[in-house]
């Protein structure tokens, strides 16, 4: 799509050099989105290309996640044997369904600021426990957990001009036993519900609700719960108002394998803890 209401592209190299955010800016990175309809509003993009930040960081604490990181990047990251959630990042890669020209650009820190339902970086970084360090518009940082990040459809608590500059997950969470779930109305369609369910060494199990949601719900239990006790917590928590409604499905299914999909990981999960 050809953005005819551009009149400037700036190219900063250094955080210093970010223009003054004003109405009709946008930042670009993969564009995917942005070229993909006509954005009439826009006047001037802001290309984030030449900030050149490491894609993917792995430090003692965290694995740092570029908001410019592409998912082939993400999707070919060599992960620690230990890291025994690794899996669960070429799940989530996978549940775009999207094209090799798709992963070679669209960014991590987009299908955040996105904020769908079935953002997969969104699933795959709040189960997780990422959090976001967010370069304000009016200058300093502020961190925000991403399952506090986005708050609706196409709804999170970025302000104008705010940037997201990466994602930071912590070592211990990819050492957790994790189980996926996920599923949509067509074959190859976009996710109705994406489950991820993690287990730390002390038995606590943190259920990661998103794409049924209209935001990311976690649940966490200090103990295994049984199936009774999970429908009852996922029930009381996921209100009906939460659950997100369009095309690819409607309240009551998604809830309804909300439910189902819950319950099959924690009997993965329970299966594989020791006795």
Same mark, same amino acid.
């Given at each position: 799509?050809?953005?005819?209401?551009?009149?400037?592209?700036?190219?900063?190299?250094?955080?210093?050099?970010?223009?003054?955010?004003?109405?009709?800016?946008?930042?670009?990175?993969?564009?995917?989105?942005?070229?993909?309809?006509?954005?009439?509003?826009?006047?001037?993009?802001?290309?984030?290309?030449?900030?050149?930040?490491?894609?993917?960081?792995?430090?003692?604490?965290?694995?740092?996640?570029?908001?410019?990181?592409?998912?082939?990047?993400?999707?070919?990251?060599?992960?620690?044997?230990?890291?025994?959630?690794?899996?669960?990042?070429?799940?989530?890669?996978?549940?775009?369904?999207?094209?090799?020209?798709?992963?070679?650009?669209?960014?991590?820190?987009?299908?955040?600021?996105?904020?769908?339902?079935?953002?997969?970086?969104?699933?795959?970084?709040?189960?997780?426990?990422?959090?976001?360090?967010?370069?304000?518009?009016?200058?300093?940082?502020?961190?925000? +957990?991403?399952?506090?990040?986005?708050?609706?459809?196409?709804?999170?608590?970025?302000?104008?001009?705010?940037?997201?500059?990466?994602?930071?997950?912590?070592?211990?969470?990819?050492?957790?036993?994790?189980?996926?779930?996920?599923?949509?109305?067509? +074959?190859?369609?976009?996710?109705?519900?994406?489950?991820?369910?993690?287990?730390? +060494?002390?038995?606590?199990?943190?259920?990661?609700?998103?794409?049924?949601?209209?935001?990311?719900?976690?649940?966490?239990?200090?103990?295994?719960?049984?199936?009774?006790?999970?429908?009852?917590?996922?029930?009381?928590?996921?209100?009906?108002?939460?659950?997100?409604?369009?095309?690819?499905?409607? +309240?009551?299914?998604?809830?309804?394998?909300?439910?189902?999909?819950?319950?099959?990981?924690?009997?993965?999960?329970?299966?594989?803890?020791?006795?």
């Amino acid at each position: 799509m050809d953005l005819n209401t551009i009149t400037a592209v700036a190219h900063p190299q250094t955080r210093a050099q970010l223009p003054v955010w004003t109405a009709g800016d946008a930042w670009l990175a993969g564009g995917t989105w942005l070229f993909s309809e006509p954005q009439v509003h826009l006047r001037r993009l802001i290309d984030l290309t030449d900030l050149k930040w490491p894609a993917l960081t792995i430090t003692n604490s965290h694995l740092s996640i570029a908001a410019t990181c592409t998912i082939a990047e993400l999707d070919g990251l060599a992960c620690p044997p230990d890291w025994l959630a690794a899996p669960l990042i070429g799940q989530c890669c996978r549940a775009f369904l999207a094209s090799f020209k798709i992963w070679k650009t669209a960014t991590v820190g987009g299908n955040l600021c996105m904020s769908l339902p079935a953002g997969p970086m969104i699933s795959l970084t709040s189960a997780l426990g990422g959090v976001c360090t967010i370069w304000k518009a009016g200058g300093g940082e502020q961190e925000i +957990p991403v399952v506090d990040l986005v708050t609706g459809n196409q709804r999170n608590r970025l302000s104008p001009g705010d940037l997201i500059r990466q994602i930071d997950i912590p070592i211990a969470a990819l050492r957790r036993r994790s189980a996926f779930r996920q599923i949509s109305l067509a +074959p190859v369609g976009r996710s109705a519900a994406l489950l991820i369910g993690s287990l730390d +060494p002390d038995g606590t199990l943190t259920l990661t609700v998103t794409a049924s949601t209209v935001r990311p719900i976690q649940l966490t239990f200090r103990k295994a719960p049984d199936a009774n006790a999970l429908r009852d917590a996922i029930t009381r928590q996921i209100t009906d108002d939460l659950y997100h409604t369009d095309i690819h499905g409607k +309240p009551l299914w998604r809830k309804h394998m909300t439910l189902r999909l819950a319950e099959e990981i924690r009997g993965e999960l329970a299966a594989g803890a020791p006795s």
